[in-house]
């Protein structure tokens, strides 16, 4: 913390990017070892709407489709908050990539019609709640906004 400009005022260096112990969790999982979309190593961006990690040129694709299809996040830059961190680490690649073959979600459709299938969008609906509320006593989710 520092004061500004010899006012009170104080600000605080605020780093962004998963907690490191998080994102060594996060790479360990199933699949996370590589961009879900092209297979590229060691991928830096993450569709929080499906829990899965991507390299840049594919995170951008996804963000091509809208934060209404993919939230896409970097996992190095941008904050995360900790639904957000623990959605992330409830899903994974091999998890959506097990998803879409039991919902028959070819991998070899472009990306714009693999994720307006139904099962695709049902996917990510149903992880809404893990990173967009929090959890009432009673198992509920509510809005944090």
């Known amino acids: 913390e520092q004061a500004v400009g010899g006012s009170r005022s ?28 092209c ?5 830096q961006w993450a569709s929080l709407t499906f829990g899965t990690l991507l390299c840049l040129s594919c995170a951008g694709k996804h963000r091509n489709m809208g934060a209404q299809v993919s ?13 957000q961190t623990k959605a992330m680490l409830e899903g994974g690649n091999q998890r959506f ?17 693999k994720y307006s299938t139904a099962s695709a969008t049902e996917y990510g609906r149903r992880r809404l709640p893990l990173y967009d509320g929090e959890s009432n006593t009673n198992g509920t989710t509510t809005s944090s906004s």
């Open 97 to 113: 990539l097990n998803y879409c073959r039991g919902h028959e979600i070819p991998q070899w459709l472009p990306l714009h019609l």
């Open 39 to 43: 297979g590229m190593r060691h991928p």
């Open 71 to 83: 939230f896409v996040r970097s996992l190095t830059m941008d904050l995360w908050t900790q639904n």
């Open 10 to 37: 104080i600000v605080k260096d605020v780093h962004g990017g998963m907690n490191p112990e998080d994102l060594q969790k996060l790479r360990r999982l199933p699949g996370n070892h590589m961009c879900l979309e």
